[in-house]
């Protein structure tokens, strides 16, 4: 985890372990936060009704930390599966497909030369127009940067314990993690962290949902994907 050849606050890289968990192919789309606004009444997020984020299989963005935890409490409630954000050790782990010697979810390829990154973006595109990585996760470090559990410091790897680490007890930002439509390279290397307070609603965080698996989880997704008559509100 990490880099020692980039940014302080990616070093020094470590050795860390993770419990297995599971987590969604891709970010949580609008149409599904579409559902969790209407059963709920919970805030819109930031621009909700622009144009330009409308599309259902946009990446949902504009949510802060806050709303993204009460998402996954909702769909926790709703399946009977323990739904919660990825710490970041857990979201590193994922986007390395399984590999130590990436720079990026797919590979070494600098973003800038790729085709797809090209050109002027003005939102997110929808999710999983790329291939996926080696465990089958779309969007892996792109187009939205996603919340993670944790708090963040700059410092924190140098005293972060090898077996699951969930970030220092307190803090002033929650970690992120991925690349955004905003920026003019859009994708992110793995190892790159950022951060945000966690009240903040940024039109380019999105979030992912993971869990713990167990003998009684199961694949009950249907009141993931459900969506009412056209999947939208207004």
Do not use: K
Request: aromatic share 14%; charged share 25%; glycine share 8%.
């Amino acid at each position: 985890m990490g880099s020692d050849v980039h940014f302080p606050w990616e070093s020094p890289r470590h050795r860390v372990f993770t419990d297995a968990f599971e987590m969604a192919e891709v970010p949580v789309r609008r149409s599904q936060y579409a559902v969790f606004l209407s059963e709920t009444g919970h805030d819109s997020p930031r621009d909700w009704r622009n144009p330009a984020f409308r599309d259902p299989d946009q990446p949902v963005v504009g949510v802060s930390w806050f709303d993204a935890l009460a998402y996954c409490r909702w769909l926790s409630e709703e399946t009977g599966d323990p739904w919660r954000l990825p710490t970041e050790a857990e979201w590193e782990r994922a986007a390395t497909g399984g590999r130590d010697d990436l720079g990026y979810s797919w590979g070494n390829q600098a973003p800038e030369t790729l085709p797809y990154y090209q050109g002027e973006w003005t939102a997110p595109r929808p999710v999983g127009q790329r291939p996926p990585n080696e465990y089958g996760l779309f969007n892996m470090g792109d187009n939205v940067h996603e919340w993670c559990q944790d708090w963040y410091a700059a410092d924190y790897y140098a005293i972060s314990p090898p077996e699951n680490p969930g970030g220092p007890p307190s803090g002033t930002r929650r970690v992120s993690r991925g690349g955004s439509w905003r920026h003019a390279i859009r994708a992110s290397r793995i190892a790159h962290r950022s951060s945000l307070p966690p009240d903040y609603r940024y039109t380019d965080y999105g979030f992912r949902l993971v869990r713990d698996p167990s003998p009684a989880t199961t694949s009950r997704i249907a009141p993931v994907t459900r969506e009412r008559s056209s999947g939208e509100i207004t």
